[in-house]
């Protein structure tokens, strides 16, 4: 499990010109699942993303979590996290998991993250989605 954390003032994702999941401060988290994921990972990757501590606190140092400012998720599923660009001009998505199965995991990370969280907006599984955030910092974490 891949998960690209961007820490953002704001961030929206939109299909088909329907806003599906908006926050202001938090988390934009593109989660990408492979193949070989399991709920254990998915609850590892949950925790450390609800724990981790990258906003400033009172005294400008980078000492707070998500929770402890009461900010919010926006997850979006992003299979191409697991592009394999090594041969050739045109990644491969063979090491992502099958949709069926990155789907239930995208959702089971969502509600392990939930237990926390209180707000956990996301995007449509498998649509094409237009994402705009305001990256704070720019402030940007992989957690694999």
Do not use: W
């Amino acid at each position: 499990m891949k998960a690209v954390i961007q820490r953002v003032s704001h961030a929206s994702v939109t299909v088909d010109g329907q806003v599906t999941g908006q926050i202001k401060k938090g988390f934009l988290v593109f989660l990408g699942v492979g193949e070989n994921d399991t709920k254990a990972d998915a609850d590892r990757i949950a925790k450390k993303l609800v724990n981790l501590r990258i906003f400033s606190d009172e005294n400008d140092k980078i000492n707070l979590s998500l929770k402890d400012v009461g900010g919010s998720l926006l997850v979006v599923s992003q299979f191409t996290l697991y592009a394999d660009c090594r041969h050739g001009n045109r990644p491969s998505f063979t090491t992502a998991a099958k949709p069926e199965t990155a789907r239930a995991l995208y959702e089971y990370f969502m509600e392990k993250c939930r237990e926390t969280i209180p707000v956990v907006a996301h995007g449509v599984f498998g649509a094409h989605m237009d994402v705009e955030l305001l990256n704070d910092g720019p402030f940007t974490v992989i957690l694999e």
